[in-house]
């Protein structure tokens, strides 16, 4: 599985943007976001099944972000509202199967993106 973010870059507080993740090779069950800010740990944004779409979230983005995912185009996307500087990090997309409990956890994934960089100015 290879995995293609893109969307990530500047946009100042209160303001919006759109993370997509391109999945090729073998489908996994899972998909999800996670981030990791300088000197921090990376942390889980949001997740995704593919077949039943149910949806997970951080608390710390309920209600301003969206997972959602395009089927047709093995593609997911994460929209983000309401940006605040804290959400300034490298996002990351991930893939795997499901683990249960897991799935907020970066040890449910197998297979990574290469990270797109958020940077929110206040």
């Known amino acids: 599985v290879q995995l293609q973010a893109s969307g990530g870059g500047l946009v100042q507080a209160g303001g919006s943007l759109r993370l997509s993740c391109a999945a090729s090779g073998r489908t996994s069950i899972t998909m999800g976001w996670f981030r990791q800010a300088p000197g921090k740990e990376r942390a889980f944004v949001a997740a995704?099944?593919?077949?039943?779409?149910?949806?997970y979230y951080a608390d710390s983005v309920k209600g301003r972000f969206t997972i959602s995912r395009d089927n047709a185009k093995n593609t997911v996307y994460l929209r983000m509202n309401s940006l605040k500087s804290e959400d300034t990090a490298v996002y990351y997309c991930a893939a795997g199967p499901d683990r249960g409990l897991l799935i907020r956890s970066p040890s449910n994934y197998d297979y990574w993106g290469q990270g797109t960089q958020v940077t929110v100015s206040s």
């Open positions: 995704i099944k593919w077949s039943t779409g149910t949806t």
